[in-house]
């Protein structure tokens, strides 16, 4: 009998292990069929084992708990060399804004107000590579792109970075004005697309959301991207607070494609009233006119939005989440680019963590947050893993 179980503790350790069990092995082994334990509990303990895990990588993977996305269609998306990655990589290169808007936290944010500097973007960039590259996007977690002066630059290191795949951004195009028609024309010829936040589609309507009085610039902008860029590559994102019926939102946008000289059948503009609270927001201070905040909530699944994507702040600061983390002060900030490389944060205890709700809990900035979307949702967006940024924007 014992002979008979040495063997099938070697023949467990040949097939799971792929070694000869040795001494220590056989005698821990058959003592456990001996005290009434099963082959299949035995095997159990070895698949448990960190010398099995340390040869199947992917079972020890962050995301391997969450049916909804492990599956051998995705894995190759958010795994690099075994260990997890992100989808896709925000880049806050400039926490600046010109707009003060009612549905965004900038002007509460503490951290200093600042643009990365150039030799930590590439920096950033090449830890991005470490961990398989990708898609990159620019939009500041709370800024204005074109107030970026450093822009070019960024651009232009991205270009030659043969690991990323490709450029976008979000803008609401106001600043593009600081730049002539020749420097504006090479800045968008780096990107592959841009979504335009439009906060208004009056200059009474501007005003009111951004605080600010310049819905005449930012119209004047506006054209000038979409002339240059054309339909095909710039989205339009309209953020209102009137409800306005459909035959005046296209008419707005024929007008603007007239404006810009392209096709209006080609012009897309999606629009919203209304708004998530960034984890942030006091939603019983009601919004004017016909805005509303979504519904609060108490988020308990797993949410499917740091899969999209990882943000660096301007100042190298790194959040779990490329959301809504504006002030890089809650428990999903995971450290600091400049003194942790991205791989070493993501591989992580805490990373391993915040990718599990079920067993250590929702972090309590993630609680009540309205821009969550559980990973279920991601089940009926497949395009969204090879094309996050295009899916969500960003």
């Not at 040495?6 to 040795?22: G, N, T």
């Not at 030799?119 to 620019?138: K, N, R, S, T």
């Not at 005003?207 to 005449?216: I, V």
């Amino acid at each position: 009998m014992a002979s008979l179980q040495s063997q099938v503790v070697d023949d467990l350790y040949q097939s799971l292990l792929r070694r000869a069990a040795d001494p220590d092995a056989i005698a821990v082994g058959t003592a456990f069929l001996d005290d009434g334990g099963t082959v299949a509990g035995l095997r159990q303990m070895i698949l448990a084992s960190e010398e099995y895990k340390s040869k199947n990588p992917l079972l020890d993977h962050h995301l391997a708990h969450i049916p909804e996305v492990w599956n051998q269609h995705n894995i190759s998306f958010f795994t690099h060399r075994g260990r997890f990655r992100p989808l896709s990589l925000m880049i806050e290169t400039v926490n600046i804004c010109n707009n003060d808007c009612l549905i965004c936290p900038y002007s509460s944010q503490t951290r200093r107000k600042q643009a990365m500097p150039l030799d930590l973007f590439a920096d950033i960039v090449d830890q991005y590579v470490e961990i398989g590259g990708g898609p990159v996007g620019l939009t500041p977690m709370v800024g204005e792109l074109f107030l970026d002066k450093l822009l070019l630059d960024r651009l232009q290191i991205l270009r030659k970075t043969s690991a990323i795949s490709e450029v976008s951004a979000i803008s609401n195009a106001s600043m593009a004005y600081l730049y002539s028609d020749e420097e504006l024309t090479e800045l968008l010829s780096y990107f592959d697309r841009i979504a335009i936040s439009i906060y208004g589609l009056d200059p009474d309507e501007f005003k009111l959301m951004t605080r600010k009085d310049g819905y005449g610039r930012f119209r004047e902008q506006l054209v000038r991207i979409l002339s240059i860029m054309g339909p095909e590559r710039v989205t339009l994102g309209a953020r209102l607070l009137r409800q306005r019926p459909e035959p005046e939102v296209s008419e707005w946008c024929n007008a603007l494609a007239q404006e810009a000289g392209v096709d209006k059948a080609k012009v897309r503009m999606s629009t919203t009233t209304t708004y998530a609270n960034w984890g942030f927001f006091d939603t019983t201070r009601a919004l004017p006119l016909d805005a509303r905040w979504e519904p609060d909530r108490q988020n308990t699944a797993q949410c499917a939005l740091p899969l999209i994507s990882l943000q660096v702040l301007s100042d190298g600061t790194v959040s779990f989440c490329g959301c809504a983390n504006f002030d890089g002060k809650s428990e999903l900030t995971l450290g600091n680019a400049k003194d942790r490389r991205l791989r070493s944060l993501l591989d992580d205890e805490r990373v391993r963590q915040l990718w599990n709700w079920s067993k250590y809990g929702v972090p309590e900035f993630c609680k009540g947050c309205t821009f969550h979307m559980p990973v279920k949702a991601l089940e009926g967006l497949p395009q969204a893993f090879a094309e996050p940024l295009a899916t969500f924007g960003g």
